[in-house]
């Protein structure tokens, strides 16, 4: 029996590897914003890992820079 670990919503799976960061990035700029998040690199790379995604330096470095853009 298959198990879901986690939430999925329709069409998730269609965004691209760009529009998944820039989604990521959007959710840890709110994050930040509200207090939630200490230490960018480390939640972004958890976030990233969680998500099945690139968890290299360059994505990384990608979702912070998101997060920094207004």
């Keep these: 029996m298959d198990t879901q670990d986690a939430p999925i919503e329709d069409g ?3 965004a691209s590897l760009d529009e998944k960061i820039a ?3 959007e959710q840890m700029r ?3 914003e509200a207090g ?3 230490d960018l690199r480390a939640v ?3 976030r990233l890992e969680e998500a099945n ?3 290299d330096d360059a994505t990384v470095e990608a979702v912070v820079g998101g997060t920094e853009r207004a």
Aim: negative net charge.
């Design 12 to 14: 998730s799976d269609d």
């Design 23 to 25: 989604g990521m990035a």
């Design 30 to 32: 709110g994050d930040a």
């Design 36 to 38: 939630h998040v200490d």
């Design 44 to 46: 972004a790379r958890q």
């Design 53 to 55: 995604l690139p968890t």
